[in-house]
């Protein structure tokens, strides 16, 4: 064979290997007691959104709501179906944009 289809064959393989590697490596710690009781206790746990509701985003509970109000409403109103940028470079100050805590 010529030089740079060795190279390339050269390239391929130890890409194949390499890959081959970290597959063997992840299935070994995966398969480990110490993974498989780190999982266990894991899902044993309440997740952090069922611990404390009074801890929630604000941002996130408007994205939310807009987002439950936009899907009641007739997509062909104009927006769009999900609501998604619809205020998007809008604001009540005319400035263009609108900051996160509603400060000009």
Do not use: H, Y
């Amino acid at each position: 064979m010529r030089a740079p289809i060795r190279k390339s064959l050269r390239k391929w393989a130890v890409g194949v290997g390499c890959t081959l590697s970290i597959a063997l490596l992840l299935q070994n710690i995966k398969n480990s007691d110490a993974f498989q009781g780190a999982q266990s206790a894991a899902t044993d746990s309440p997740s952090l959104a069922q611990e404390d509701s009074s801890t929630r985003d604000p941002v996130m509970q408007e994205w939310q709501d807009q987002s439950q109000s936009s899907s009641l409403s007739d997509p062909s109103a104009g927006g769009s179906p999900s609501g998604f940028g619809d205020r998007i470079g809008r604001s009540d100050t005319g400035s263009g944009f609108r900051s996160r805590s509603g400060q000009s």
